[in-house]
């Protein structure tokens, strides 16, 4: 069973930075992975995609409303991914969360991190 975990969430203020990681922990799995991935969930909202990255090459993605802002990277040898994120604005706020696509679907999800942006 593979395993994601964030960390980084917290309270900040519009204009200000944070920085999420997530780290994947269990049977290894990265012949499988085709991306990592951002997500993230605003009270009463569905949730939406953020940004992912190609995990065995470079490309990255991003949703409009974050470009120029976030920026989303990997260490595939400590098998984590990071999203920095800039600029942030209230409507940023949420519970971020990591998965990995395998195949065409995203299949595995950590349990999220909330990220409060005040303004």
């Known amino acids: 069973q593979v395993e994601l975990l964030e960390s980084g969430g917290g309270l900040v203020q519009a204009g200000d930075s944070l920085r999420l990681s997530c780290a994947a922990s269990?049977?290894?799995?990265?012949?499988?992975?085709?991306?990592m991935g951002w997500f993230r969930q605003a009270p009463g909202k569905e949730r939406e995609f953020v940004a992912s990255?190609?995990?065995?090459?470079?490309?990255?993605y991003y949703a409009d409303s974050v470009k120029g802002r976030f920026t989303i990277s990997k260490d595939n040898a400590n098998k984590m991914m990071a999203l920095q994120m800039n600029s942030l604005k209230p409507e940023d706020t949420g519970v971020y969360y990591c998965?990995?696509?395998?195949?065409?679907?995203?299949?595995?999800w950590g349990q999220g991190t909330q990220v409060t942006v005040s303004s």
């Open positions: 998965a990995a696509k395998l195949g065409s679907e995203w299949r595995i």
């Open positions: 269990g049977r290894t799995i990265d012949p499988y992975i085709v991306y």
């Open positions: 990255i190609v995990w065995s090459g470079r490309h990255t």
